[in-house]
């Protein structure tokens, strides 16, 4: 543990990593240096809370308590996967069962095999980590429905006035978009180890983890993310597409 | 008996009134001929007739039921809407052939679709050509047999031989004549002089309503 300790006062002197950017921004007359200064302090104070949050459900480590942080985790991810989708006739609801059921599948096939346990300490994270990349999963899932109900409009039309059903006459856009949205978690598994050393991986070894030990857990994170970008499209993609459509079976404009 | 009926037919969007209150009825096995200035509207009352959007006022009629009240998979599958720019699918010509009876759960009638090519003068091994490889005339061909692998009540066209080129034009005249002594009714859109001339049933949309 004397590996990943931070001191108060190497914190402030890396502080001067942010002034990098806002000297950047202040040079190349971005006018950014506003926006850069508020998301720092917003990252320092939810961090602090958070911090603090984790280290009382840790200390606690109650069944209920635990269940209910990967509520609002869920709940949150949804919230912001939803706010990404650029269709007018959206709904929350979808993004809300396409995060619950792609992170509690994930999650209970985790702790069914034993690779995690059922413990905050564990299940908050782990939980955190599935949320975050359905959550970009789904938005970029919305995205390209968005833009090939736009792109791709006549087609559609075409299937529905030979009698087509909806799901058949949205099939070649739905399948588009999902592939969109699993893309960037299958190009990153394919350079895992080569480009990057992700988080999991690289915290394992700060911690003094044998490098050995730490790639199967990163092994075991590279399939759950599989798992739950590809839950997560897949449900999103076939929730989100009738919305397109009103009760006539008729393409909105 | 009326097969199609438009009652007060208004359409509008937003603020802009794209079609005027018309009303008018087509009779079962009619021809009739939709003619009138750009902008009026004509393709908007064939997307009506189609139910692919829904009147702002006034009702539409099939066999005396309004359209909102029927399935609209069905009302489609019976009332077949044939676009003026038709926009073909998938890679290949059989790509869009099968796609009729892909939404049927039907197994694909070989012979039907090499007989259907046939009538638009078009050869068996078509059905392997790439869509991007074929010609506008031979779009719209594809794309009219499309509607017709399974006979329709009503086939709704909409300007389906603008450019294309006399024999073209003259293959798809007679494709549409032969499936209306078939049975089916059909309402066309159209500018050309020609099939406006030879019309026997004409309705001519105004701005203040229609001129039969």
Redesign the interface.
Known sequence: MKNVVVSNWSLVLAFALVLVSVAISAKEKLGLTKDILVSVARAIVQLIIIGFILKFIFHVNALWLTLASTLIIIFNASWNAYERNPNPHRKLIDSIVAEAIGTYVTLGLLIISEVIKPIPMQVIPITGMIAGNEMVAVGLCYKALNNSFHDLREPVLERLALGSDIKMASMPILRRSIKTAMQPTIDSAKTVGLVNLPGMMSGLIFAGVNPVYAIKYQIMITFMLLSATGLGAVISGYLAYKNYFNKQMQLRD | MAIIELQQVGYR?KDKQILQKISFSVEKNDFLTLVGPSGIGKSTILKLA?????PTEGKILYLKQNI?QLD???Y??AV????Q???L?GKTVKDNLI??Y???KKPVNQSHLTDLLEQVDLPANFLNKEITALSGGEKQRV?LI??LIFLPKVLLLDEVTTGLDEQSKCIVHQLIKAIYEQGVTIIQVTHDQSEINSATNIIQIQKDGIKK
């Open positions: 969007v189609a139910n692919l959007i829904s909102t609209p998979i069905k489609r599958r077949s809407y044939c676009f720019q038709p926009a699918f796609f009729p892909q939404i049927r794309a499309r509607n």
